[in-house]
């Protein structure tokens, strides 16, 4: 990549990275997976409480909204998260990863609580996107920090993991809104209002433990701060060396990275690399992302209203359905995480894709022919998302380590955008209006879309996925298409 004269830098020699990736799982290595993938939880939890609260913002007692006007707050919640991305994606790698998923946190958390005070569908709209611009930049700044501090040989499961705790979040909403809405406790008038006051309770209790995650040590280098990036892997390796017996973990022999301390380049030169040089795995990047966005908001956002208008389950009770559904897909990628360490990168996400639309096909056609109960739905649903939350977070694993550092931030921003800009808003405006109709055709026309999007990824991941696993982020972003 070239940069600009004024701001390049002779290239430095650094074994910064190779002494990230040498060293042996810890309690630090705990807590900064247990601080950053938290916004995943969070996540989980926004997209749940709008699914388990669709139905029951409709009553009259609540908001009174329609079906379709459901869909679009699921859909206006994805346009700020697309917004927020590219917005703190590109202020991800100029100013930091630290500055960022402090300040996307906050904007989370204030829109959260204004959710709670809603009185109609304009007030519920636009606190909806403003809590998508928060979440959205959290994936960028998120990504990118988790990729950058994480050893290299167990990035492909830890990365899985984390994402897979967006269930932890969606089963804990599904939790909520069952309490909560209970008429022995609060009942459905308040109970939505005080399901999403928890919410932003949480993201306070998350902002405490996150003020102790260091800057990544990788972007200080890119930004010619290498002492203060000595300094931060000399206190993270004393903090591990007092855990694994007092030394410093030896150095693999991995050749020092060489970068140059260029600052970040121009928006027009991330787009122009992205085009040409990595064309090839923006094409595959593109398509798993778009693939996975349209199945899961499709789904998730529009699950209440299936249950409730093809199978009569009652509003409060929608929640007990939620739990088998986020435990596959917790399951899945702790499961098969590992798996994309060992067997590789390339053949996993081959696998879980196509499997993933073979299963969403079946499905619907099963859907469509009124073979199933809401109960027997569900069970679908589980086993078909252990392995379709795979493939989701081997998206996200995939753009977070293809890229080069120092556009890493804003290459996540970019097809995060897109793809869920075009699956992720449209898919729950198509769902809502397809079940707004009361057809089961219409509904399953919708699962044989997103089928086709995930048999394609699949089929594109066989024949040019990056077989990254194992391998430092330095190296990945040199390997050629």
Not at 79 to 101: C, Y
Not at 228 to 246: F, N
Not at 418 to 432: D, E, H, R, S
Request: proline content about 4%; overall charge positive; glycine content about 10%.
């Amino acid at each position: 990549m070239t940069v600009n004269a004024s701001t390049a830098a002779a290239p430095s020699a650094s074994d910064i990275p190779a002494r990230l990736d040498s060293l042996p799982w810890s309690r630090w290595h705990w807590r900064v997976v247990m601080a950053l993938g938290i916004a995943w939880v969070l996540d989980g939890l926004e997209v749940t409480l709008i699914g388990s609260l669709g139905s029951v913002l409709e009553r009259p007692d609540t908001l009174g909204l329609t079906a379709a006007q459901v869909g679009w707050t699921g859909s206006l919640y994805i346009a700020g998260a697309v917004i927020g991305a590219l917005l703190f994606g590109r202020l991800t790698d100029r100013l930091g990863r630290k500055k960022l998923f402090m300040i996307t946190l906050a904007v989370y958390m204030a829109a959260t609580l204004a959710t709670a005070f809603s009185t109609g569908f304009v007030f519920l709209s636009v606190c909806r996107f403003i809590t998508g611009l928060g979440i959205g930049g959290e994936y960028a700044a998120i990504n990118s920090a988790i990729d950058e501090l994480i050893p290299a040989r167990v990035r492909g499961r830890v990365n899985l993991a984390i994402n897979a705790s967006f269930w932890i979040g969606a089963a804990f909403g599904a939790g909520l809104s069952l309490v909560l809405l209970d008429p022995d406790v609060l009942g459905p008038a308040l109970g939505w209002r005080a399901c999403f006051i928890l919410g932003a309770v949480l993201a306070v209790a998350i902002v405490l433990v996150r003020r102790h995650v260091p800057e990544s040590p990788r972007w200080l280098l890119m930004h010619g701060r290498a002492d203060e990036a000595r300094r931060i892997i000399e206190d993270i390796e004393a903090q591990v060396a007092q855990q694994h017996g007092g030394t410093a973990p030896p150095v693999s022999a991995a050749r020092p990275a060489v970068s140059k301390a260029s600052g970040t380049p121009p928006l027009r030169q991330v787009v122009q690399v992205l085009v040409h040089r990595y064309r090839v795995r923006s094409i595959v990047v593109l398509a798993m992302m778009v693939a996975q966005a349209f199945i899961y908001n499709a789904i998730f956002f529009t699950y209440s209203l299936v249950l409730t208008r093809f199978y009569q389950v009652q509003d409060n009770k929608v929640a007990l359905y939620i739990f088998p559904f986020a435990l596959g897909n917790v399951l899945g990628p702790f499961l098969l995480g590992p798996l994309f360490d060992s067997v590789g990168r390339r053949r996993m996400i081959t696998l879980t894709y196509v499997l993933s639309g073979i299963g969403l096909a079946l499905t619907g056609w099963a859907f469509m022919q009124g073979w199933l109960t809401a109960f027997s739905q569900a069970m679908c649903w589980t086993v078909l998302f252990f392995i379709a939350s795979a493939a989701a977070s081997s998206a996200y694993l995939t753009v977070s380590e293809v890229f080069p550092l120092e556009m890493r931030a804003m290459a996540i921003s970019i097809f995060y955008a897109i793809g869920t800009g075009t699956g992720g808003f449209i898919a729950p405006v198509l769902f809502g209006w397809l079940i707004e109709s009361g057809n089961r055709s219409s509904v399953a026309i919708g699962y044989a879309v997103g089928a086709v999007l995930a048999l394609l990824a699949g089929w594109l991941a066989h024949s040019y996925a990056v077989n990254a696993e194992r391998k430092a982020l330095e190296e990945v972003a040199s390997l050629s298409d």
